[in-house]
C-alpha cells in the first residue's frame, strides 16, 4: 500500500512539474543530426570583456573562431562541437592604451540543449576553457566560463547571450584597472558559421 502511494504521489508531483514549468526541452543526451559537420569557423565582430569590480572594458574589433562539429545522426548533443586554440582576435584594446593579443587555452566545448521547430533554432551552451590576455602594459588570464549560444539553419547565424568567467588571474601591470579575483562578463556579437550547418533534432 505504502509502495503504491508513493508511486501516486511521484507522478502527482511530476504531472504538477511539466503544467507548471512546460515541457521539458531536449536533452543534451538526446539524438541530434548535424549535416555536414566537420571543420567550421565562425566570422563575427565585436567581443568585450568586461572587469565587474572596477568595470574595466576590453574590447576587440572581429574575431574568428575555429571549431569542428561531429557528424551525422543520433549525435549526442553533449560535445556535439568545439572550438580550437587557432581561432583568433583583432583590435583588442582597453584604457590608457593597454592593447592584447589574445589567445584561447583549454577545451570550449559546444553543447546542444534545445531545439525549436519549425525555425531550425538550436540553443545551447559554450563552455570556455580560457583565454589569455598578452600586452606590454598588461596581461591576465581567464580560466573558463559559460556562453549561451542560438543558431540558425535559416541563416547560418549563431548569436550569443552574455556570458560568464571565472575569476581572473595572472595579472601583470593594468594599473588596477584589472585585478586577480576579479569576475567578469564576456559579450560576442553575432557571427555566420561556414560552411553553414544544418542541426536537427527529431
Same mark, same amino acid.
Given at each position: 500500500?505504502?509502495?503504491?502511494?508513493?508511486?501516486?504521489?511521484?507522478?502527482?508531483?511530476?504531472?504538477?512539474? %511539466? !503544467?507548471v514549468f @512546460?515541457?521539458?526541452? !531536449?536533452?543534451? !543526451?538526446?539524438?541530434w543530426t548535424v549535416t555536414p559537420g566537420g571543420p567550421f569557423r565562425i566570422? =563575427? =565582430? =565585436?567581443?568585450?570583456? %568586461?572587469? +565587474?569590480?572596477?568595470?574595466?572594458?576590453? #574590447? *576587440? %574589433?572581429?574575431?574568428?573562431?575555429? #571549431?569542428?562539429?561531429?557528424?551525422?545522426?543520433?549525435?549526442? #548533443? &553533449?560535445?556535439?562541437?568545439?572550438?580550437? !586554440?587557432?581561432?583568433?582576435?583583432? #583590435? *583588442?584594446?582597453?584604457?590608457l592604451g593597454m592593447t592584447f593579443a589574445v589567445t584561447m587555452g583549454g577545451t570550449w566545448r559546444i553543447d546542444a540543449? @534545445? &531545439?525549436?521547430?519549425?525555425?531550425?533554432? %538550436?540553443?545551447?551552451t559554450i563552455t570556455n576553457g580560457g583565454m589569455?590576455?598578452?600586452g606590454p602594459l598588461c596581461s591576465f588570464t581567464l580560466s573558463g566560463g559559460i556562453i549561451p549560444i542560438? &543558431?540558425?539553419? +535559416? +541563416?547560418?547565424?549563431?548569436?550569443?547571450d552574455v556570458g560568464s568567467s571565472s575569476a581572473i588571474s595572472g595579472v601583470s601591470g593594468c594599473f588596477g584597472l584589472i585585478s586577480n579575483g576579479d569576475r567578469t562578463t564576456l559579450r560576442f556579437g553575432s557571427g555566420f558559421v561556414v560552411p553553414p550547418q544544418i542541426i536537427t533534432h527529431p
Open positions: 500500500m505504502r509502495r503504491r502511494l508513493s508511486s501516486i504521489l511521484v507522478a502527482g508531483v511530476l504531472t504538477i512539474a %511539466t !503544467a @512546460g515541457a521539458v526541452p !531536449a536533452s543534451a !543526451a538526446d539524438p566570422n =563575427g =565582430g =565585436g567581443f568585450s570583456l %568586461t572587469d +565587474n569590480s572596477t568595470g574595466t572594458q576590453v #574590447g *576587440c %574589433t572581429t574575431w574568428s573562431l575555429s #571549431g569542428q562539429f561531429k557528424s551525422g545522426s543520433g549525435l549526442p #548533443g &553533449y560535445d556535439i562541437g568545439r572550438l580550437f !586554440a587557432s581561432s583568433t582576435f583583432s #583590435g *583588442c584594446a582597453a584604457p540543449l @534545445g &531545439y525549436q521547430s519549425p525555425g531550425g533554432m %538550436t540553443s545551447g589569455r590576455f598578452s542560438t &543558431y540558425s539553419n +535559416n +541563416n547560418a547565424e549563431m548569436r550569443f
